[in-house]
């Protein structure tokens, strides 16, 4: 009974590791994340903001640029009354009435601080009063404005504060787009690697119930030979019934973990692959004092950070510009032709100064509210660098457990299959008894199928740590 036993129970002392050979076809790691960018939904939503935001900073960089404007204009003035009076407030009625005498034409380019016109009357035809001859000649008008405002508080103007601010605005969304595609590579990395252990762990499952199935056939027929107990049949029993049920649990977690991979690829819950083994990511930092250094440089969290503190600044620069004088100047010349070769022509130069005298103290207030919610930022950024150093040590710290107990799992595999081969050589010499035997076969099943488990919690512990770190 011993030498039937002994030959059964031998099965169980190779390692119960690597991959089943599948005909579905499998997919890399590289490939995985290449379909869910592609395909995923989540990063075809994470571009639609971003075109969302290019085309309102494109927007906001339209209003802040060069204008070309026209423009043309008719109409004719019939005069009536006092003659006299007439002339003498002929430009001031002009002036209030809906058109001007004539033809207009006008030309004009804006900027963001700077406007000028050009404008040309070619016929402005001579007062006629009703019931009389026209009075006067006929005129021609061209005439240069140009306004220039120097300075009203900001360099560039308002809208050019609104151009930098819509400058970072951008910038935060393309870190924001930037965050979002680590955390889908991370997703996919993640469940591939879960994916991989599930599989890895059905073919342990499978190999173990083989073993244990057989094992259960040359126990009964030694049982039936009245040469075994009836504990160690419904040992073998149970040990078999139990293998069936991870075979099957096995089964389970591997169609949930593929199809989890599938939905972050954008395909079809119902596709058939597998994944193929990868080697061990390694660590991206050789100390705990670099990783926490370079989380600190890669981290979009805290980049975003310092983008609204420049955001603020802008704010602060506009509040502090509403408390200083606007400087514009005004320039133009006019020349006036009459169809009778005579001309006269006007220059004018201006400068205008507004000086705010009395505002309640708002820009006082807006100035004060600016320098907090920079002290607030300030106050964030070294809380968030606490917190980030905290999170990178418990993750780095995680990892070194996780690989210690990678090889405390594989001692142990290896420890259980030499007590099984001492309990073996026990068992034929009568020390030990066919449940001992029995006992330890399992306990070298569960010690493989712990240490796979062991490899990818380790896998998994790195990503974690390559995700917290901005990678």
């Known amino acids: 009974m011993k030498g039937i036993v002994l030959i059964a129970l031998a099965g169980l002392l190779p390692v119960l590791s690597g991959m089943a050979q599948t005909s579905a076809p499998a997919v890399t790691l590289e ?9 995923g939904d989540d990063n075809k939503l994470l571009q639609a903001n971003l075109d969302l935001g290019k085309a309102q900073h494109a927007e906001n960089v339209s209003k ?15 005069p009536g009354g006092n003659s006299a009076l007439l002339v003498a407030k002929e430009s001031t009625l002009t002036n209030y009435s809906t058109s001007a005498q004539g033809t207009l034409l006008g030309i004009g380019v804006n900027g963001p601080l700077t406007a000028a016109t050009v404008s040309v ?14 009075s006067g000649d006929t005129d021609s008008i061209v005439a240069l404005n140009v306004t220039q405002t120097v300075w009203n508080g900001y360099p560039g103007g308002p809208a050019q504060a609104v151009v930098d601010k819509s400058l970072l605005s951008l910038q935060g969304k393309q870190l924001a787009t930037d965050s979002g595609r680590l955390t889908i590579v991370f997703r996919v990395k993640q469940a591939y690697y879960t994916m991989l252990a599930a599989q890895q762990d059905a073919v342990v499952t499978r190999q173990i119930l083989d073993k244990q199935n057989a094992l259960l056939a040359q126990i009964t027929t030694v049982y039936n030979l009245k040469q075994a107990s009836d504990v160690d049949l419904k040992t073998a029993q149970i040990n078999a019934r139990s293998a069936q049920v991870d075979v099957e649990n096995a089964d389970h977690s591997l169609r949930i973990a593929r199809i989890q991979l599938a939905i972050l690829m954008g ?6 692959f597998s994944v193929e083994q990868q080697d061990s990511l390694p660590l991206p930092a050789a100390s705990l004092p670099e990783a926490i250094s370079l989380a600190l440089s890669h981290r979009t969290d805290f980049q975003q950070l310092e983008l609204s503190r420049k955001s603020n600044s802008v704010d602060l620069a506009l509040a502090k510009g509403q408390g200083t004088p606007t400087v514009s100047l005004t320039g133009g010349v006019a020349e006036i032709f009459d169809w009778t070769a005579t001309s006269a022509w006007l ?32 106050l964030q950024e070294r809380q968030l660098q606490k917190s980030i150093a905290a999170t990178i040590q418990n993750d780095w710290e995680a990892v070194q457990i996780q690989n210690e107990r990678v090889e405390v799992a594989r001692l142990t595999a290896e420890n259980d299959d030499l007590l099984v081969e001492v ?13 001992d035997l029995l006992t330890a076969s399992v306990n070298a099943a569960s010690a493989h199928t712990a240490y796979v488990q062991a490899q990818s919690n380790a896998q998994l512990a790195v ?9």
């Not at 802040?64 to 026209?70: F, I």
């Not at 395909?267 to 058939?272: W, Y």
């Not at 073996?424 to 030990?432: E, K, L, M, S, Y």
């Open 31 to 39: 490939q995985s994340i290449a379909a869910a960018l592609a395909n």
């Open 64 to 78: 802040n640029s060069w204008a070309l404007g026209g423009s043309a204009a008719g109409g004719y003035n019939l």
């Open 121 to 134: 009357s070619p016929w402005v035809p001579p007062v006629q009063p009703l019931g009389t001859v026209p």
């Open 267 to 272: 395909r079809s819950t119902e596709d058939e």
């Open 347 to 378: 220059v004018n130069a201006g400068v205008k100064v507004a000086m705010p005298i009395l505002d309640a103290g708002a820009v006082k207030y807006l100035v004060d509210a600016a320098l907090k919610q920079d002290e607030i930022y300030a």
């Open 423 to 435: 309990y073996r050589i026990q068992n034929q010499n009568g020390t030990a008894s066919t449940q």
């Open 463 to 471: 990503l974690q740590l390559l995700s917290d770190m901005g990678y």
